[in-house]
Antibody, heavy 120, light 113 residues
């Protein structure tokens, strides 16, 4: 069965950095777009970024542009989110999600998420 | 950015009854060339990640019970659960993928009456 496992979350001070990872298994990783979606505690879902199969096309929500960088290593079946200049409002569970094979913007599998807390 | 607005924010329905959630986009998310509406519905149960239910506004994901259906076009969409089961208690989200950022609705919390 498709598995996505996020890691790298934790407590970080405002202005700090964190790198999230997502390991994919039981599917052909480089056939799929991948995305990050976040959910602040008790709040709704917010799409953060996505990346095409080979990394050639990337998009971000405006609130993270210039601070976050999405990347992937297909040889390692892994997706990453480098988060810099973190703010309190970035506190959330960050989910990694797979794009459906026929249309990569449809998120058909999600990991269980990793919690990022930005606080002094 | 396209704003997605769901109604109601919360809903209580008796077991076996119909539940209806509405989703409205601030602009049309219908691609007239392929006649597809770029909308998905997700279900999120407490402590779990979201689960894909419906895509292209009305196509049910494999394995999703047929009591779940999606309808609508342009800027107005509906998720219907024809006969509510106890396991359907969750928060439901719509999302548009017509243009980035791929915005979500605020969610509708569905409970048993």
């Amino acid at each position: 069965e498709v598995q996505l496992v996020e890691s790298g979350g934790g407590l970080v001070q405002p202005g700090g950095s964190l790198r999230l990872s997502c390991a994919g298994s039981e599917f052909t990783f480089d056939n799929h777009w991948m995305s990050w979606v976040r959910q602040a505690p008790g709040k709704g879902l917010e799409w953060v970024a996505n990346i095409e199969h080979d990394g050639s096309k990337i998009d971000y929500v405006d609130s993270v542009k210039g601070r976050f960088t999405i990347s992937r290593d297909n040889a390692k079946n892994s997706l990453y989110l480098q988060m810099n200049s973190l703010r309190a409002e970035d506190t959330a569970v960050y989910y990694c999600a797979r794009g459906e094979s026929s249309y990569g913007y449809i998120l058909d599998y999600w990991g269980r998420g990793t919690l990022v807390t930005v606080s002094s | 950015d396209i704003v997605m607005t769901q109604s109601p924010d919360s809903l209580a329905v008796s077991l076996g009854e119909r539940a209806t959630v509405h989703c409205k986009s601030s602009q049309s998310i219908l691609n007239r060339s392929n006649k597809k509406n770029y909308l998905t519905w997700y279900q999120q149960k407490p402590g779990q990640p979201p689960k894909l239910l419906i895509y292209w506004a009305s196509t049910r994901e494999s394995g999703v019970p047929d009591r779940f259906s999606g309808s609508g076009s342009g800027a107005d969409f509906t998720l219907t659960i024809s006969s509510l089961q106890a396991e359907d208690v969750a928060v439901y989200y719509c999302q548009q993928y017509y243009s980035t950022p791929h915005t979500f609705g605020q969610g509708t919390k569905l409970e048993i009456k």
